[in-house]
């Protein structure tokens, strides 16, 4: 074996195990929710553990079967102390999937969430609710 394919293939080994680490996400989500109905009524939702905001940005994503208006919704968090914190909408993307989260993304690090609170103005059901803390360098 020459050294130039011994080079080549230290390289593409070295190349896709790079590949791997770079690729490697901070971000991630946690499903706090399976399918519910909400309504007028508040639905409270407790994940089993507290909700901690350890990223750059963090939201309340609503996945739905249906498309809705970015209004139909309200969603507060509380923490721990009982602080309510009203989300505000944040987004949403052409898969029926809603964002919230707090004014400047200003969630405050040194608290955890234990409940996450929904309402909408007609009844709809959601299909699924996650939590989603996103990393800056994700987005790089």
């Not at 990223?55 to 139909?72: G, P, R």
């Not at 009203?86 to 969630?107: A, D, E, Q």
């Amino acid at each position: 074996m020459t050294i130039k394919k011994v080079l080549f293939i230290f390289g593409c080994i070295l190349s896709f195990l790079l590949q791997g680490a770079c690729s490697k996400k901070e971000s991630y989500s946690i499903k706090i929710s399976d399918s519910l109905i909400v309504g007028n009524e508040w639905v409270e939702i407790t994940p089993p553990t507290p909700l901690k905001p350890d990223k750059d940005w963090q939201f309340i994503i609503i996945e739905l079967d249906e498309k809705t208006d970015e209004s139909t919704f309200e969603v507060e968090l509380v923490d721990l102390e009982n602080n309510l914190f009203t989300l505000r909408y944040g987004g949403g993307s052409m898969s029926s999937s809603i964002k919230y989260t707090l004014n400047n993304n200003s969630f405050p690090q040194d608290r955890l969430y234990k409940t996450v609170k929904i309402k909408a103005k007609r009844e709809i059901k959601i299909a699924e609710v996650y939590w989603k803390c996103e990393a800056l360098n994700d987005r790089l």
